[in-house]
């Protein structure tokens, strides 16, 4: 094999795009790795722990474009830097007649569109603070898409916005819907009575793409960014969100996604709920922080809260999913084509909080799973390329993501963990979760299909989810009839599942359980 860096000076392109580019360029004939990132420190010291960085890429400064290629001869390196030049190209080519032309700067872009209110942000970290401040200061609420932001800067972003009645949701937001329009990874939802404020992308999409599909709709889904429900930051963006859907008209329902908060958080946010006059519905994954009203709904996993959301627009009674016979009797077939050493799940997942959700309703089915997020810390995988026993594993997580695309982009990592976990003796059961929706694959049933097959000749089973809808750039109909030619049994949701993945290696005895 043979690496090169190539360095193109002053060439800065957001982070997005530039992972879009290298899933592409890698699928060329005789390439084995590519990475195109800005030459911040943290980019090339990412770059050198996976054999990527060269002497000549050392010499890289922020504000370059470093470009790493490992493939098999020099031929290929050519073909490579030619695609990679000529996508470059096209996004910056200037069009003249009612073509797109591409702002350089806040200034040129709002010249373009001067009646925007809003900035989505994904540019490196260290700089998002400057660009920032300058979009507030003209007014502008922000969508930071941006990881790699101190707590102080985003603590200092918020204030300043709240000061101002904006709103910034991130740094690190993934997904958000606003206005009834997708920002970053989202599905295509329908417009309804409901509205979200979410500190969890795949959250967000799960809770959305289920009430979507419920035939109902939500018109804001407004992300915060992870760290927003910590104790430095203290709930700022989410309780600006909670405002801000109380005072719309068209929203009856609110629901609140997070993983647990820090507890003086939780009790600011449970104050503002009782102060409002609209139902909510408020999964905080796993944890429940008070009592239950007649306004006021809580929910332990996202499946649940989209249910209980569900219920509330309709004026029904909430009632738990419970397994239909024909679903059992699936579990039944499953389980009787595994031999005895085959007893564990192996999760592997694109979405942290989709991760998170299957670990909480499996403690509760099959005991302790391990895991690179664990719920305790005692559980967490000694190495997170091995799985031992129950182990689920979030591919999307930085230790994963350095220096390659997210696994909703590039499915290269998930092939080969779903070949390495179907060649283990004692593995029953692949989980996935298969996230669809803007930014996403746009074909995950052909990525999936040479692993896939792979596994179905071990005899594992491989259940997932498919988070997306009819109306996602993916066409949903036809990756659910392609995955499900290959074998792989689609669930309605991921919590359905993790709760048939463990009926399955049970051989049946969780289902007293599987209702709950």
């Known amino acids: ?253 609110i629901v609140l996604i997070s993983k647990p908060p820090a507890e003086e958080v939780a009790d600011r946010i449970i104050k503002e709920v009782k102060r409002s006059k609209k139902p909510f519905v408020i999964n905080f994954l796993g944890s429940k922080i008070g009592k239950e009203t007649d306004r006021i709904h809580f929910a332990s996993t996202l499946e649940e809260a989209a249910h209980k959301a569900i219920a509330l627009s309709k004026g029904e009674e909430y009632k738990p999913e419970v397994f239909k016979e024909r679903v059992i009797s699936l579990a039944k077939r499953e389980s009787s084509k595994l031999k005895n050493r085959q007893k564990y799940i192996r999760g592997l997942f694109s979405g942290g909080t989709l991760c998170d959700e299957a670990m909480l309703i499996l403690k509760d089915l099959i005991g302790d799973i391990y895991s690179n997020i664990p719920l305790r810390p005692s559980l967490k995988l000694k190495d997170s390329r091995l799985s031992q026993e129950n182990s689920l594993v979030d591919l999307g997580d930085d230790e994963f993501t350095r220096g390659r695309p997210h696994p909703m982009i590039d499915f290269t990592l998930r092939n080969e963990r779903i070949i390495q976990e179907a060649r283990d003796p004692q593995t029953a059961v692949i989980l996935l979760d298969i996230v669809l929706g803007y930014g996403a694959y746009l074909h995950p049933a052909n990525a999936l299909a040479s692993a896939i097959e792979e596994a179905k000749e071990k005899n594992v089973s491989v259940i997932a989810s498919l988070c997306g809808t009819e109306d996602d750039p993916q066409d949903y109909k036809r990756q659910r009839e392609e995955l499900e030619k290959m074998g792989v049994i689609i669930m309605p949701s991921n919590a359905q599942a993790a709760r048939l993945a463990a009926l399955i290696i049970t051989r049946g005895r969780a289902r007293g359980k599987v209702g709950k």
């Open 1 to 253: 094999m043979i690496l090169k860096n190539i360095i193109k000076k002053n060439t800065y392109q957001d982070s997005v795009f530039l992972m879009s580019i290298a899933n592409r360029v890698k699928s060329l004939k005789g390439i084995e790795e590519v990475s195109c990132l800005m030459g911040t420190p943290e980019n090339k010291k990412l770059l050198a722990e996976v054999n990527l960085l060269t002497k000549e890429g050392e010499k890289a400064e922020p504000d370059d474009l470093l470009i790493s290629i490992s493939a098999r001869d020099k031929e290929a390196i050519k073909e490579a830097l030619e695609k990679i030049k000529k996508l470059l190209t096209e996004k910056e080519v200037r069009k003249e007649e009612g073509e797109t032309i591409l702002p350089k700067s806040l200034d040129s872009a709002l010249n373009q569109l001067p009646d925007a209110n809003l900035v989505h942000i994904s540019i490196p970290g260290k700089y998002v603070r400057w660009e920032a401040e300058k979009a507030l200061e003209r007014g502008l609420n922000l969508f930071i898409f941006s990881d790699n932001v101190s707590l102080e800067d985003e603590l200092e972003l918020k204030k300043i916005a709240k000061r101002k009645g904006l709103l910034v949701m991130g740094p690190d937001c993934g997904t958000a819907i606003i206005n009834g329009i997708a920002l970053g990874f989202a599905n295509v939802i329908r417009g309804g009575n409901i509205g979200i404020v979410a500190a969890a992308g795949t959250g967000l999409q799960e809770v959305s793409v289920l009430i979507h599909k419920a035939g109902l709709g939500i018109s804001q889904g407004i992300g915060t960014g992870g760290r927003d429900l910590s104790k430095e930051i203290g709930g700022i963006t989410m309780l600006q969100g909670i405002k801000a859907l109380e005072d719309d008209p068209g929203i009856k329902i």
